[in-house]
Each structure stands twice: as structure tokens, then as C-alpha cells.
């Protein structure tokens, strides 16, 4: 489905808060433009146009596309640009709807709902909690998808096993271009290779919520207070990382894990991922499956801290969204085992 030329999407690393408010206020400054499906058209030299105004546009945006006309992403990505296209000029008639486009630095890269109405992350930056600023500030990654900012607290810490320490911290994540909106985590660092994880939302989470009857400053305000009064859980993360050591992950587990990190990135990497070949990979799913007790399960030889830090490490030679998603499997590939 993908024209030869396409704009690509751009992501960069900050120093600093100050440089990332900077970043955000030029480089990545985000505009909309409201039209509607059917007044949309794309060409194979990487431009759409709506309503005489022209941009070039990029992969996630052809996925958006596709998604509005409804078409499996399966089906979209086996055929060529003009069948495509052909597909995209039919049915956007039947799903004549109002959409907005997010276009950062004059690419398109998105298209939304007409209500569409996210969080800036200027203001975020611009009102965070005072004790955040007593903590370090690990990075802080700027792209077209989004932003993350992540933190930790030197006071927070856990050790596996002796001298691999892992510090907890908070990261905050947002998007203004239609992907995954504002939400902070609980978040863990390793020291020893800098592999980041975030912890699933039942070790506390802040969301982003637009109650439309409040100002949009009254909406801010109140998720800052909210993460103002979020915790790291010293306790929680001791309980979490004082018995990965010594569990190997079971079989029906590594086909599910593979199965979600499939989802992400493709098979051949899974497998890299996670130490394990594909015929290995093949003779695992034919046991499972043809199991007679599907509620039996056995332990492999994959244990599962080292395969929480294979997926993390993995993480970092990915782009924005996919790393996220992968640190988020990650962390929750520990926080799902059971208590001692």
C-alpha cells in the first residue's frame, strides 16, 4: 500500500526540560486542520491534499487511512498503492464522516476524530509536581508521536541479585497527534544496561481525563495534582523482583508472550528476542496446542528475568510507540508473576 516516497517520521532525544519545551514549541509544533473524509485525496509522490491545502504524509498516516475506510492492516500492507487507493476513494464515500489532521513540522501524521482534543505537552512540562524536580531526569524523547519523560528517584531502589541495581522513577507519556494520550507510570531503570519497563496500571497510574464541563487549565491542574500524589511502591517493586530469579516462564506463557510481542514487530525478531529458534519456537506452540489439558502448563528453559531484560534491551533499537510497547510487555511479564 506504501508509495515509494513518503515523508518519515522524525524523533530526537532532549537534554533537558528547558530544550524539550523548546523543541515542542518549533520543531514539533502541532497544527490541525478539520475536513472531511471524503475530501481527502493521496497521490503516490507522498502528498494528500483536503481542500486545496497540501502535505506529505507518512506511514502512520496511510495506517490512519486505513483504519477509517475499515480495511485489515493485513490487507492493506499485501496490496499495491493504486489498488489502494482505488479502495480508500470508494469507501470513503460510504464513511463520509468529519476528521481532523495532525500535522507536525507540515507532514501529515494522523487523522482523528473532529473532537479530538489532547493534552499540550508544553503545559504539562510547564506545571509539573516540585517534588519532580528533586529527582534525575533520565531522558526525555521527542518525536511526531509523541513524548516520553522519564524519571528517577535515587531513594527508590531494588537489587535481584547483588550489585544489579534497578532504581524505580515515574515515566510520563503523551501524544498530540492521535496516538496513545497523556498517562504516567510507574517506571524501573537497570542500571547495569539502562534497559527501561513500565509497570501495568495496578501499580498506579495517572491518566489524562478531558471532563469537557471543566476549562481546559482546570483539566491540566488536575492531572498535575494527581501526579503529584503519585507514589512509587517501594514494597511493590521488592515484592515484584524477589522471585524473578529463580521462575522460568511456562510454556502457554512464552506462546502468549509471543503472540503480544508479535503484535509489535515481526516474527523472525520475536524470536531473536527471546532466545529461541524458530523450529523450537514451532515445536513449543504443537505441544501446547495439542495438549490434552489445555488448563496444564510446564516450565521451560527460558527464565523470566532474563527474558524481561532481553525485551527491554530490545525496546531501546525501536522507535517511539514500539518501544513503549515493548517496555510496557516487559514490565508487565514480571508484574503478572504470582506471590511467593
Request: hydrophobic share 35%.
Amino acid at each position: 500500500m506504501l508509495p515509494k516516497k513518503l515523508a518519515t517520521e522524525k524523533e530526537v532525544l532532549a537534554n533537558s526540560l528547558e530544550e524539550s519545551r523548546d523543541f515542542l514549541e518549533t520543531e514539533f509544533k502541532v497544527s490541525y486542520f478539520d475536513t472531511s473524509l471524503k475530501d481527502i485525496e493521496i497521490f503516490e509522490d507522498g502528498a494528500v491534499t483536503a481542500e486545496g491545502k497540501s502535505w506529505p504524509y507518512t506511514p502512520c498516516f496511510m495506517e490512519s487511512l486505513a483504519k477509517k475506510i475499515r480495511m485489515p492492516m493485513h490487507y492493506a500492507y499485501r496490496i499495491d498503492f493504486d489498488l489502494f487507493k482505488k479502495n480508500f476513494d470508494i469507501r470513503k464515500q460510504l464513511e463520509c464522516t468529519g476528521v481532523k489532521l495532525c500535522i507536525s513540522h507540515g507532514v501529515a501524521i494522523n487523522v482523528c476524530k473532529t473532537i479530538y482534543s489532547p493534552a499540550r505537552s508544553v503545559d504539562i512540562i510547564n506545571n509539573l509536581p516540585e517534588k519532580m524536580k528533586d529527582w534525575n531526569l533520565h531522558e526525555v524523547r521527542l518525536g511526531d508521536m509523541g513524548v516520553e519523560i522519564s524519571w528517577c528517584n535515587d531513594m527508590i531502589t531494588v537489587e535481584p541479585r547483588q550489585g544489579d541495581t534497578i532504581l524505580g522513577g515515574v515515566r510520563l507519556s503523551n501524544s498530540e497527534t492521535g496516538f496513545r494520550g497523556l498517562k504516567a507510570s510507574v517506571f524501573t531503570l537497570r542500571l547495569a544496561c539502562l534497559n527501561g519497563a513500565i509497570f501495568s496500571d495496578e501499580q498506579q497510574v495517572v491518566r489524562w481525563s478531558h471532563d469537557r464541563r471543566m476549562t481546559y487549565s482546570k483539566n491540566i491542574d488536575n492531572f498535575c495534582k494527581e501526579l503529584n500524589l503519585l507514589e512509587i511502591p517501594q514494597a511493590e517493586l521488592t515484592r515484584i523482583y524477589s522471585n524473578v530469579l529463580e521462575r522460568h516462564i511456562s510454556d502457554k506463557e512464552i506462546v502468549n508472550l509471543w503472540r503480544r510481542i508479535r503484535r509489535v514487530v515481526e516474527p523472525q525478531i520475536v524470536d531473536l528476542m527471546l532466545g529461541i529458534g524458530s523450529r523450537e519456537r514451532q515445536e513449543l506452540f504443537d505441544h501446547v496446542r495439542e495438549r490434552e489439558d489445555p488448563f496444564v502448563s510446564e516450565a521451560t528453559r527460558l527464565n523470566t528475568y532474563e527474558i524481561h531484560n532481553r525485551i527491554t534491551a530490545a525496546a531501546k533499537d525501536h522507535s517511539l510507540i514500539k518501544r513503549r510497547r515493548l517496555e510496557e510487555i516487559g514490565g508487565n511479564l514480571i508484574c503478572s508473576l504470582p506471590l511467593n
